[in-house]
């Protein structure tokens, strides 16, 4: 039963951290392709870190008998910087939203070659019918998106390995840059900050520290392997970084049957994503009071729409690192207390 309760957090653990970024493929270049063969040295740095902090922040939680990420942040830094905390979290996922909906315009563009606009226009109105009717299917949706995604994954690594120049791409070396050490320390932190909102309550929940340790350890695990193999799929693709979203191309390539299908499930996810994220916002403005759903969140759709008028890859490329080393601080104060 034990076990069974591990690989439920560990499932919760993936599929909080595998979004819409990851389901496109351009996070996974940004962060660890674009540096050829030490790419994978950044995973390893990554998957480290996934599942060393993954288990210290359940812990703590157990420790505290915390119900929220705000009572894990007042334990850590206190009623004065706390609420500095809570606004750099409202900022970045204002950050995030914009990018998902930059990334669903994308997806029209790039693939379905119909105007940005409308991509982002048409998920716009699809949130706010959603926020306004209710997000209880989204669980179910997600439920059913993460695994597709990840069983994709692996398909479309078995299906590089066999091509012909499967090695010689893997081995391809950039020149070493440090900053391969600094991306897999970025992209941890900053997805472990944001996955924090779900681990506390789920680690508080359960109240066994031997079941939360094995669900961070197979979270992490698994997360590793699935980067790896998203990684050894991007780095097959010829000009990968050039790409809005690479493993659409790839699948496109690779098994075109399964091509449309796969671009529901990237809409989807980036979808899912714009909602969690917008949800979150709205209740973290209104925090109790009673206020319309539809106005507050239309201001912040509002905002994010403006922000995701730049570019999907510069906008990725720029407000990601940055969140992540960002997030850094965060992870650094845990590991004194």
């Given at each position: 039963?034990?076990?069974?309760?591990?690989?439920?957090?560990a499932?919760?653990?993936?599929?909080?951290?595998?979004?819409?970024?990851?389901?496109?493929?351009?996070?996974?270049?940004?962060?660890?392709?674009?540096?050829?063969?030490?790419?994978?040295?950044?995973?390893?740095?990554?998957?480290?870190?996934?599942?060393?902090?993954?288990?210290?922040?359940?812990?703590?939680?157990?420790?505290?008998?915390?119900?929220?990420?705000?009572?894990?942040?007042?334990?850590?830094?206190?009623?004065?910087?706390?609420?500095?905390?809570?606004?750099?979290?409202?900022?970045?996922?204002?950050?995030?939203?914009?990018?998902?909906?930059?990334?669903?315009g994308?997806?029209?563009?790039?693939?379905?070659?119909l105007?940005?606009?409308?991509?982002?226009?048409?998920?716009?109105?699809?949130?706010?019918?959603?926020?306004?009717?209710?997000?209880?299917?989204?669980?179910?949706?997600?439920?059913f998106?993460?695994?597709?995604l990840?069983?994709?994954?692996?398909?479309?690594?078995?299906?590089?390995?066999?091509?012909?120049?499967?090695?010689?791409?893997?081995?391809?070396?950039?020149?070493?840059?440090?900053?391969?050490?600094?991306?897999?320390?970025?992209?941890a932190?900053?997805?472990?900050?944001?996955?924090?909102?779900?681990?506390?309550?789920?680690?508080?929940?359960?109240?066994?520290?031997?079941?939360?340790?094995?669900?961070?350890?197979?979270?992490?695990?698994?997360?590793?392997?699935?980067?790896?193999?998203?990684?050894?799929?991007?780095?097959?693709?010829?000009?990968?970084?050039?790409?809005?979203?690479?493993?659409?191309?790839?699948?496109?390539?690779?098994?075109?049957?399964?091509?449309?299908?796969?671009?529901?499930i990237?809409?989807?996810?980036?979808?899912?994503?714009?909602?969690?994220?917008?949800?979150?916002?709205?209740r973290?403005?209104?925090?109790?009071?009673?206020?319309?759903?539809?106005?507050?969140?239309?201001?912040?759709?509002?905002?994010?729409?403006?922000?995701?008028?730049?570019?999907?890859?510069?906008?990725?490329?720029?407000?990601?690192?940055?969140?992540?080393?960002?997030?850094?601080?965060?992870?650094?104060?845990?590991?004194?207390?």
């Open positions: 039963m034990k076990w069974k309760r591990s690989f439920q957090l499932s919760v653990y993936v599929g909080t951290v595998v979004g819409a970024g990851f389901a496109t493929g351009k996070e996974i270049v940004e962060f660890f392709s674009q540096y050829g063969a030490f790419g994978l040295l950044g995973i390893w740095i990554a998957g480290l870190l996934f599942i060393w902090f993954g288990i210290k922040i359940m812990l703590l939680a157990i420790r505290l008998k915390a119900r929220s990420f705000h009572q894990l942040n007042m334990y850590m830094f206190g009623p004065y910087i706390t609420p500095i905390i809570n606004v750099m979290m409202f900022v970045m996922l204002i950050g995030v939203s914009a990018v998902m909906l930059s990334g669903a994308s997806v029209f563009e790039e693939q379905l070659h105007p940005k606009q409308l991509g982002v226009l048409f998920t716009v109105f699809l949130t706010l019918l959603v926020l306004t009717i209710g997000t209880n299917g989204l669980v179910l949706v997600n439920s998106v993460v695994p597709l990840i069983f994709f994954s692996f398909m479309l690594a078995s299906l590089s390995f066999q091509l012909d120049d499967f090695w010689t791409n893997i081995i391809h070396k950039e020149p070493f840059s440090f900053e391969v050490i600094t991306s897999g320390f970025a992209y932190s900053f997805n472990i900050s944001l996955a924090t909102a779900v681990l506390v309550p789920a680690a508080s929940e359960i109240g066994d520290e031997k079941v939360v340790k094995w669900g961070g350890i197979l979270g992490g695990a698994a997360l590793t392997i699935i980067l790896i193999a998203s990684h050894v799929t991007l780095v097959q693709l010829p000009g990968f970084t050039s790409f809005h979203i690479p493993m659409a191309v790839m699948m496109e390539t690779l098994a075109p049957t399964f091509y449309f299908i796969y671009i529901l990237i809409y989807g996810e980036i979808f899912t994503s714009v909602i969690g994220n917008v949800y979150g916002l709205e973290f403005i209104r925090k109790g009071t009673q206020g319309s759903t539809l106005i507050v969140s239309t201001c912040i759709l509002a905002v994010s729409y403006s922000i995701s008028l730049i570019d999907y890859s510069t906008l990725l490329a720029t407000l990601y690192p940055m969140f992540g080393y960002v997030s850094l601080a965060f992870l650094l104060i845990l590991v004194f207390k």
